[in-house]
């Protein structure tokens, strides 16, 4: 409680003294610093300097008595500065573009003469960094309109930065930066995480291309600003109106009327496959204008952005799927018997491979087992289930082989997303309320319904779902992203930002027959009916013959929200450019978990066949007569995952000389383990003793009342989380500089959506039926789902009911990163430079599945050779091998090594 109510007072704390102490400026914004001095270089003070942006922005600042000045939270874009001073010429430097993240270094040196007199300074300021040890590279609005459509899954800026970034490997799904672990970059979007369900994912929530001024990847050499990542930031800018109107259009098409036929539907007479791909869109953007009612030049700006990308891709290849022949359907399976003896039974009589046995005839003879086949490999009509006689009905229907083959008899798409559309429209406005407030908003939605075909099947040509029993799955991906900013200039050396932020996925992930009703169709008794059609595996058959297996029950939703609130001061005193900030941030993962409710029911080939016996019996005959092997349902509940995030920092950027300047930072985090809403959590913990059998190990049940901890989480917080950033630049010339830095970062405790929220076994998840006897069915569908399932009881001998979910102690300890850079900059001509350097990562207590093993013995035992395997009955028997008795009562027949388990 003490260490939580220190961190209390510290976000209070930090957030009162708004008024009175620096923080950071936006980390989406450039600062733009420097010196001004006389024509003998001595240092002056009170000079004014503005800058005026394409909007109409101005802000101004003034050197210190050192003639230094710092502008912070400058928005990107291009802009003209001019310094000023009474006895002195004004100095005019135009067409200055700042970039995201960056730091320009702006020098003058101020010639006497009357301030009305104006010396324009050509020639673009240093390109190389002196500033800070930051390692990364921007892509600006110039390179992003000659970047290349990407015509494979629509237009994602994350891709774009993979390819462009040295340090940077992998994709949206395995992302890299300079060797850490997938999942642990930051992304950030006008300066506010983007993380929902999946640390550092942006690819299913991303803003258009169109709606993008710019982005940076900064890999390493980060200052106390960047927090809740081990791996770097992608930091993304969107566009902003100017005074002057500008919109922007693109289109490109493919259509299967522009394109040959391919060979193979050539060769098997097929007309072209439906192969459709389009993108489109734009942006607009400008002052707010209402004639005769409101002029917003200067002071109000809007922009919109738009993008559309469509897939409709049909294309077949050879069959490559299997479905049974029409005939099967009614019993007639004589195509599977061959006249390949594979032996003889106790009768005496051959076994054919591929004979299909009737399993009522199942006895031993002489201790061997023997069953009748069925004549002719033909199971009587009135032996057919009568649940697999429809399914039979609608497969007829649906699923006709198109060759006589008992394999390789079906079409099936060679994409498994044949459907994908992503629709992105984001709207972002700026307004200026006065020379000292500033207030900007934006709003980004990207829907992504997909067809999925990814779980395999068989496919209905003529259906564009596939038929009923396809496995084809509808995923439509709606994510909204809201941005606020408010900036206040309190003084000219005194700046405060405040960005508030909600970002929102739903996923709805369900079979694309999820309303056929098809469990009320086929009828069987004790899953759900109004949905899709139950899962049904078929498995190997003799010969080579397997069937692919058909339906799928998916119907799940998840939604994930997260939050943030990130306020900064910065303060300009001396050679000092001070920040201290705070970093709030909560995510949910809410599951509403319907999937597998129609069920999943397994044939195998055993209940057709005779035990010990290769090459007879089919699961396609055992799912005739209905005998199950083993069968699940889902048992749905759903769950509320919380996590939060606290995190304040400070940071100074001391220019020690002119030329040599120190970045100095400390950030602390703390992110508190994971809760689910309602406390419907457990955990089986090595420490703690069994009532029932006296072992150690119990199952412990979050939350307040009997049977529970009384503890929210059931693992430790990690309270150590201290982060220093330390880097340096030194101008060596004015073409050369040398840059290094060091940070300790931690990753985020976000929640991976794919493994929904933790802790929760026992409290729903799956009623599973299996067989311990593989030759007999376990039971027949026609009589119903036999439910096994036992709900949770807050009862530390749980265990008993099924399998327990066990978290390491350290479960809770946050991962760390130790990064370190050290770079040589060079401008070899204008507008080129070479950046030779070196980067390191190292990581720490990253999280995984459980490594060690528990049963592991201290190598010491060794020492006891033979003797490890010796029964123990007695404590006796115990005692004079030095353990003090018997590990508990219902031990007595135990080995000395299990005695000797941790």
């Known amino acids: ?150 015509m494979g899954g629509g237009r994602y800026p994350e891709t774009f930065a993979y390819k462009l970034t040295a340090g940077v490997e992998g994709g949206t799904w395995t992302s890299r930066i300079n060797g850490s672990p997938a999942f642990s970059k930051e992304v950030l979007l006008e300066g506010a995480s983007v993380t929902t369900y999946l640390s550092g994912h942006f690819g299913e929530s991303s803003v258009s291309m169109e709606a993008l001024q710019e982005f940076k990847i900064q890999t390493s050499g980060l200052s106390a600003e960047y927090g809740r990542t081990a791996g770097g930031v992608f930091n993304f800018v969107m566009r902003s109106g100017q005074n002057q109107p500008h919109g922007t259009g693109f289109s490109s098409i493919r259509h299967e009327t522009l394109n040959a036929n391919t060979f193979l539907n050539n060769a098997n007479g097929r007309p072209k496959a439906r192969d459709r791909q389009s993108n489109y869109g734009g942006s607009f953007g400008g002052p707010v204008l209402i004639p005769g009612v409101f002029d917003g030049r200067n002071r109000t700006f809007f922009f919109a952005a738009a993008e559309k990308f469509r897939v409709r891709s049909y294309v077949y290849g050879a069959p490559n799927r299997s479905v049974p022949q029409l005939e099967m359907y009614d019993g007639n399976l004589s195509r599977l018997l061959t ?75 060679t994409q498994n997303t044949p459907e994908f559309d992503q629709n992105q429209w984001s709207f972002k406005i700026d307004q200026v309320l006065s020379s000292r407030h500033r207030l900007s908003g934006s709003l980004a939605r990207n829907t992504r319904p997909r067809l999925l075909l990814d779980a395999g099947g068989i496919w209905d040509a003529n259906d564009s779902l596939g038929g009923p029993l396809s496995t084809a799955r509808r995923q439509v991906i709606n994510s909204w992203l809201f941005r606020t900013a ?21 996923n709805p992930n369900r079979s694309a027959h999820v309303a056929a009703g098809c469990g009320a ?135 020690v000389t002119p030329k040599l300047t120190l970045q100095l930072g400390l950030r602390y985090e703390f992110q508190p383990p994971a809760i689910e809403q309602y406390d419907r959590t457990s955990n089986f913990d090595l420490t703690v003793r069994d009532p029932l059998t006296g072992m150690m190990g119990a199952v412990v049940f979050a939350g307040d009342g009997t049977g529970r901890t009384g503890r929210r989480t059931l693992v430790d917080s990690d309270k150590t989380n201290f982060g220093p950033r330390l880097g340096g630049a030194y101008a060596l010339t004015d073409r050369t500089s040398l840059r290094a830095g060091y940070g300790l970062f931690y990753g985020a405790n976000v929640f991976n959506g794919f493994s929904s929220v933790p802790f929760s076994r026992g409290f729903g998840g799956t009623d599973n039926i299996s067989n311990p006897l593989a030759h007999t069915s376990r039971f027949n569908w026609d009589t119903g789902y036999p439910s096994a399932f036992v709900p949770a009881e807050i009862d530390p001998t749980a265990w008993r009911l099924g399998g327990v979910t066990h978290w390491d102690p350290d479960a809770g300890r946050i991962p760390r990163t130790h990064q370190w850079n050290a770079n040589v900059q060079r401008e070899v001509v204008r507008n080129l430079t070479v950046d030779v350097g070196y980067v390191g990562t190292r ?58 388990v941790p």
């Open 521 to 655: 169709m086929i009828g069987v008794g004790g899953v759900r009916q109004d949905g899709p059609c139950p899962r049904i595996n078929w498995g190997a058959g003799p010969a080579g013959v397997s069937f692919d297996a058909i339906g799928d029950p998916q119907d799940d939703f998840q939604a994930y929200n997260s939050w943030g609130i990130a306020n900064a001061l910065s303060w300009s005193k001396g050679r000092h450019f001070m920040k201290l900030g705070v970093d709030l941030r909560g995510n949910q993962l809410n599951t509403r978990p319907l999937g597998n409710l129609a069920g999943t029911f397994n044939f195998t080939a055993a209940q057709t066949g005779i035990p010990g016996v290769n090459f007879v019996g089919h699961s396609f005959a055992s799912f005739l007569l209905g005998g199950v092997q083993s069968a699940s349902v889902g048992v749905p509940l759903g769950l509320g995952g919380r996590t939060s995030y606290y995190a304040g920092y400070a940071q100074d950027d001391f220019k």
């Open 1 to 150: 409680m003490r260490a939580k109510r220190w961190l209390v007072v510290l976000v209070v704390s930090t957030m009162c003294v708004a008024a009175t102490v620096p923080s950071a400026a936006q980390v989406n914004r450039a600062t733009i610093s420097g010196t001004v001095t006389d024509s003998s270089r001595a240092a002056l003070p009170g000079v004014t300097v503005t800058i005026t942006g394409e909007s109409g922005l101005v802000l101004t600042a003034s050197t210190n008595a050192a003639g230094q000045y710092t502008v912070p939270s400058v928005p990107v874009g291009t802009y003209t500065v001019k310094i000023e001073m009474t006895g002195f010429k004004t100095q005019v430097r135009e067409n200055l573009t700042l970039q995201v993240s960056q730091t320009l270094r702006l020098d003058a040196e101020l010639e006497v003469g009357q301030l009305t007199e104006t010396v324009s300074v050509s020639g673009t300021p240093q390109i190389i960094q002196r500033e800070t040890p930051e390692v990364g590279t921007t892509v600006t609005r110039e390179y992003l309109t000659m970047l290349p459509l990407s």
């Open 843 to 900: 990581s720490s207590d990253i999280w995984a599945g459980d490594l060690a093993n528990k049963n592991q013995l201290d190598p010491t035992y060794l020492s006891f050779g033979s003797n490890l395997q010796s029964i123990l009955r007695t404590d006796a028997d115990a005692q004079r091998f030095g353990l003090p008795g018997l590990p508990y009562p219902a031990f007595a027949g135990g080995q000395l090594w299990q005695a000797l």
């Open 486 to 506: 408010h900036e206040f200039t309190i003084s000219p050396t005194l700046f405060n930002s405040l960005i508030v932020s909600f970002n929102r996925m739903a």
């Open 339 to 413: 006249t390949t003896v594979v032996g003889t039974d106790a009768l005496g009589r051959p076994i054919f491979r591929g004979a299909v046995y009737d399993p009522l005839t199942l006895r031993e003879v002489n201790g061997v087992f023997v069953a009748d086949p069925f004549p002719n490999n033909i199971i009587p009509a009135d032996r057919i289930s009568q649940i697999s006689r429809r399914v039979g009905d609608i497969a007829k229907q649906h699923y006709a082989p198109m060759n006589d083959a008992l394999t390789a008899n079906n079409l099936f798409p």
